[in-house]
């Protein structure tokens, strides 16, 4: 497998993506939806010469300053990207708390996260290319 790091740079801004958005074969049910609003955060990240890779998280209202997952979706190029990725430590214990456990997160903690990969941009490395990502 390769390798995965992800990290956000000053200055490289948020990156369109053309077309639709890539179907999302690969879903992770975390939760039943209790029918409250729901948010849904979609990522689609390009590289030179590779396949697109797409993921998309429903989230639920879990009280005023929270969300849940509820579920987790990717396109076949992202399903395998998230397979070694979630095992790494930077990422593991969040993908064990709030998408394997289920647990809330913060809107605010979630806000902030969100903001930052729009405003420094979002970037990571998988088998010696980089991908660069956009969210929406």
Request: contains cysteine; proline residues 7%.
């Amino acid at each position: 497998m390769g390798h995965l790091r992800v990290w956000a740079l000053v200055g490289l801004g948020s990156l369109a993506v053309a077309g639709d958005f890539p179907a999302l074969t690969h879903v992770q049910q975390v939760r039943a939806p209790d029918g409250r609003p729901a948010v849904v955060q979609r990522v689609a990240c390009l590289a030179p010469d590779r396949p697109e890779l797409a993921a998309a998280l429903t989230l639920e209202e879990a009280g005023p300053l929270r969300w849940q997952v509820t579920q987790l979706a990717t396109n076949e190029a992202g399903a395998a990207v998230l397979e070694t990725g979630r095992t790494l430590p930077q990422i593991a214990p969040h993908y064990q708390r709030y998408v394997t456990q289920g647990q809330p997160v913060g809107r605010v903690t979630f806000a902030a996260l969100l903001g930052t990969w729009k405003l420094f941009g979002l970037k990571f490395s998988w088998e010696n290319v980089t991908y660069r990502c956009a969210l929406s």
